[in-house]
């Protein structure tokens, strides 16, 4: 899939509605970021979160919602987790702390 929606500066979908997991997957090749089962895990809890509460969570709060410690998410994406379960989850981008 080489045709990826339009994407903004940061990488982030300029429609949340043309977002699919192959989307996400094109998505993040296109980065250069090989995507874990546990990150795709986690991204599909940011959208289950989003869907109930139509807010992307901060970082501590979605660590609490998925049970895992907030170092080990920063470990894992070796970077603020939000950004990229967010981008490649086709969320909106995390505002403040991220």
């Not at 907030?70 to 950004?83: A, C, D």
């Amino acid at each position: 899939m080489s045709d990826l929606p339009e994407r903004d500066g940061d990488g982030y979908l300029l429609s949340m509605d043309k977002w699919t997991p192959e989307v996400g997957q094109a998505m993040a090749e296109a980065d250069g970021v090989n995507l874990s089962a546990e990150q795709w895990a986690q991204i599909d809890k940011a959208r289950e979160f989003y869907e109930e509460h139509a807010v992307v969570p901060p970082i501590r709060k979605f660590a609490k919602y998925i049970n895992v410690d907030q170092k080990e998410l920063f470990k894992m994406w070796q970077t603020g987790p939000m950004k990229p379960i967010t981008k490649y989850g086709g969320l909106p981008k995390p505002t403040g702390c991220v």
